[in-house]
């Protein structure tokens, strides 16, 4: 997340076997509550979409720190296939949280982000986290032992690349809400589509699935934000995942798509600054 609100450049971060994600850092602009605010987003993503959400949390006195994960924004997006599975992605993310965690931190997460964040915590036997309080997840998948690979991501990247307008479209089509603000969507459809297809296709042919009893185990209070109108993530899976979770509670937002941070970021600030119950 680069701009004034985020105090400067991204932080190039070299984690285990030389791999490298960009952390971008803001400091409170109030005075300093003690909680550190962690924003990760989903397959395809950037830490500068939460630039609409940030300033209102440094303002409230909180740090706030977004990752570029591996192969995103402006981190390196190295071709070796197995960069981008689901474990490593988690480990990257528990390693930015020993790190950088504060006193206190609080998880927001976003799409396939949000699977990252249960996988994290649903982890038995490692090195424990820095105190977490609670956890903000938006459109999240639902629980499933086994996830299905779209046949179209078993298919060559240069196939892939010939095949990016249709991608493109039925993307387009899926992720947003009939009420989003068409610049907003011709915008970030624009920086999508720069997305490499090599990392896109490494990323969902090696996609983290959490089953029931895994998610069972996470025992953090969790507040869900589903968008009615998701075509990706579809509301009734969130709903699937809220009765999994042992404390979590769901709120599904009407005329509202898979890009709740970028649709409906004030309902992303209310929940992120509001009291766990």
Known sequence: MTGPAMNGPGLLQTLRQGRQVVLHVGEPTAAPSGLSVWLIHGAGGRAAQWQGI?????????????????????????????????????????????????????LVAHSYGCSQVL???????????????????????????????????????????????????????????????????????????????????????????LDAPALQTVHWPVQILAGAQDGLTPAAGAQALAATLPRARIEVLLRTGHQILLERPQQVIDAILGPAD
């Open 54 to 106: 940030a300033p209102a949390l440094q303002a409230a006195g909180h740090r706030v720190l977004a990752l570029d994960a591996v192969g995103h924004g402006d981190s390196p997006a190295p071709r070796r296939f197995a960069h981008y599975a689901g474990p490593e992605l988690v480990a990257d993310l528990r390693e930015l949280l020993a790190r950088h965690g504060g006193a206190r931190n609080r």
């Open 119 to 209: 996988a994290l915590l649903s982890q038995a036997g490692v090195a424990p986290l820095p105190p977490i309080d609670r956890l903000l997840l938006l459109a999240p998948a639902g629980p499933e032992r086994r996830r299905r690979t779209p046949w179209i991501f078993w298919l060559p990247v240069p196939v892939l690349e010939w095949l990016r307008p249709q991608l493109s479209a039925g993307f387009h089509a899926a992720a947003w809400g009939d009420a989003a603000d068409a610049a907003l969507v011709a915008r970030e459809t624009a920086i999508s589509d720069r997305n490499p297809l090599h990392v896109i296709k490494a990323l969902f042919r090696q996609r983290l699935a």
